[in-house]
């Protein structure tokens, strides 16, 4: 069972705790770290990391230490709507599912 507002209380007592990051951002990032080079994730065919621009993979997420999600916000947002209809059904199947896909 959740903290009922703990999420709102402790984001405004400190607020450098959560950060939307964007993609610009993102790539600004990268540029700053890698110059005008971008490294694959993965190595070559011959089994070494390629230096190679490569535009595909110009996104990446900062580093980060942990990453906690507000899964009672979740879970809430993927049964409920926002209308407040209350003949509303939704099967548990479909509520995991955008569960999920929100999580991805």
Same mark, same amino acid.
């Given at each position: ?49 390629? =230096? ?7 996104? &990446? +997420? ?5 990453? $906690?999600? !507000? ?13 407040? =209809? ?7 199947? &479909? +509520? ?5 896909? $929100?999580? !991805?």
């Amino acid at each position: 069972m959740g903290v009922p507002k703990f999420y709102r209380w402790i984001s405004e007592r400190y607020p450098c705790l959560s950060e939307v990051v964007t993609h610009k951002q993102c790539s600004t990032a990268c540029i700053e770290l890698f110059g005008d080079k971008w490294l694959y994730p993965e190595p070559t065919v011959t089994g070494r990391v390629s =230096d190679q621009y490569n535009p595909e993979f110009f996104f &990446q +997420i900062p580093e980060f230490d942990n990453l $906690y999600l !507000d899964m009672n916000g979740i879970i809430h947002g993927c049964t409920h709507p926002n209308d407040e =209809d209350i003949s509303f059904r939704i099967s548990e199947e &479909q +509520i995991f599912r955008d569960i999920f896909n $929100y999580i !991805d």
